[in-house]
């Protein structure tokens, strides 16, 4: 109820901590497939003492936009672009809509019946940028490691293909599409080549560092023409901190409107929104040139060293399986024996926060800071006992 005089400051925060006692905590372990986790301390502090800050108004606030440029610069280093052309976003799923618009407004003269082309893992914000701006979606076959296949994209061109898009660090398993040969693809036939890294962009560069694999997915893959990211994931950012940044200054063009009210060059806006809070901009600022890539290089081996011994865990459940071999800190496991959807219910009901894949159908465990390895033991102690004593149908 809306109050006609309202009440105390004290009553409502009272109110606020009786309601939100139903949340899970990061502090507590217990969200197991987040994509988030605690925030910096510093970037926390930083979103704290900027909250009034507006990046809609650059104009009126100067130093946010300097700060805006600086931390597309240092992703766009992070993604192998020098000179990177991009804007700050909500998050992963503005970023793809964006991406899809741009692939949109630059073959307007060539066709009215524009289709994207993506692999059948791709993130479901994908779907709902083609239903926002009328594409048609056109999904394409994954193959055993649920990889997109390049000769099923390529069959599936058509003069009314716009663009193509593809995941480094796919929503459900972690996994990375072939690029470089979806790059070539997309190079010969002359299409823009989005590349979701929402997840996988602050992990993939130092997996590499780390010797743990080397999955070439950014700018330094010929044919790829937009990469987004999202600091507030492994970037360790505050909610909400997305961007996008393209090879060419053309797409990002094809996707600026003008603000008539706004002057000089804050008029000129590429993201869907207006108003947008520069505290989330500012913090991921703050918390990159803090940590450098020595200290994210540091995040990702530790998450990737609970991700080993989340994977011990399974081999000694004989009920349990992993569905691949994790590429990065994503785990999907799948029961020999009883469904996962039971099997989740259950570890709900033990206060456990879980998720579950459709592709395939799998448990999903998403190996953050905030999950250590006593989280898991607890996790997986709760799970031996779950998938041993539920009935197999």
């Known amino acids: 109820m809306f109050d006609e005089h309202g009440v105390s400051a004290e009553e409502v925060l009272a109110a606020l901590d009786r309601t939100l006692r139903a949340d899970a905590t990061y502090r507590s372990g217990h969200p197991t497939a987040s994509m988030s986790t605690i925030p910096h301390a510093?970037?926390?502090?930083?979103?704290?003492?900027?909250?009034?800050?507006?990046?809609?108004r650059l104009h009126t606030f100067q130093g946010s936009a300097k700060i805006e440029q600086e931390l597309l610069e240092m992703i766009g280093d992070l993604l192998g672009l020098r000179r990177p052309h991009g804007t700050t976003t909500?998050?992963?799923?503005?970023?793809?809509?964006?991406?899809?618009?741009?692939?949109?407004?630059?073959?307007?003269?060539?066709?009215?019946?524009?289709?994207?082309?993506?692999?059948?893992?791709?993130h479901?914000?994908?779907?709902?940028?083609?239903?926002?701006?009328?594409?048609?979606?056109?999904?394409?076959?994954?193959?055993?490691?649920?990889?997109?296949?390049?000769?099923?994209?390529?069959?599936a061109i058509t003069p009314d293909t716009v663009g193509i898009f593809v995941t480094a660090g796919t929503t459900y398993?972690?996994?990375?599409?072939?690029?470089?040969?979806?790059?070539?693809?997309?190079?010969?036939?002359?299409?823009?080549?989005?590349?979701?890294?929402?997840?996988?962009?602050?992990?993939?560069?130092?997996?590499?560092?780390?010797?743990?694999?080397?999955y070439p997915f950014d700018f330094s893959v010929k044919g790829v023409t937009s990469?987004?990211?999202?600091?507030?994931?492994?970037?360790?950012?505050?909610?909400?901190?997305g961007c996008i940044l393209f090879r060419s200054s053309k797409y990002l063009k094809a996707i600026t409107t003008r603000v008539p009210y706004l002057p000089g060059a804050s008029s000129r806006q590429a993201s869907m929104l207006g108003t947008r809070p520069a505290a989330s901009i500012i913090a991921a600022w703050a918390i990159m040139r803090h940590l450098g890539r020595e200290g994210y290089r540091k995040?990702?081996?530790?998450?990737?060293?609970?991700?080993?011994?989340?994977?011990?865990?399974?081999?000694?459940?004989?009920?349990?399986?992993?569905?691949?071999?994790?590429?990065?800190?994503i785990v999907a496991i799948t029961s020999r024996e009883v469904p996962v959807d039971r099997i989740v219910e259950a570890m709900e009901g033990r206060g456990w926060r879980m998720a579950t894949s459709p592709l395939p159908s799998s448990i999903r465990l998403v190996i953050m800071p905030h999950v250590t390895r006593g989280t898991l033991n607890a996790l997986f102690n709760d799970l031996d006992v779950v998938s041993t004593t539920i009935p197999a149908d």
Request: proline share 7%; with cysteine; glycine share 8%.
């Open 42 to 56: 510093l970037g926390a502090e930083v979103f704290v003492r900027t909250l009034e800050k507006n990046a809609g």
């Open 90 to 122: 909500s998050g992963g799923t503005e970023s793809n809509i964006l991406a899809m618009l741009a692939a949109r407004e630059l073959a307007k003269k060539r066709t009215d019946r524009p289709e994207v082309i993506a692999p059948r893992t791709a």
């Open 124 to 155: 479901s914000s994908v779907k709902k940028a083609a239903w926002l701006l009328g594409v048609r979606l056109v999904a394409t076959r994954v193959d055993r490691s649920y990889r997109a296949v390049p000769r099923a994209i390529e069959r």
């Open 173 to 214: 398993l972690g996994q990375v599409d072939p690029i470089e040969q979806i790059g070539e693809i997309a190079s010969e036939y002359g299409l823009p080549l989005h590349v979701d890294a929402a997840f996988g962009g602050f992990v993939i560069p130092f997996l590499r560092d780390l010797g743990l694999g080397d």
């Open 227 to 241: 990469v987004s990211t999202d600091p507030h994931k492994m970037g360790l950012a505050p909610i909400p901190s």
């Open 299 to 329: 995040v990702v081996a530790q998450c990737m060293e609970t991700t080993q011994h989340a994977v011990e865990r399974v081999h000694l459940n004989p009920m349990l399986e992993a569905v691949i071999p994790p590429v990065m800190n």
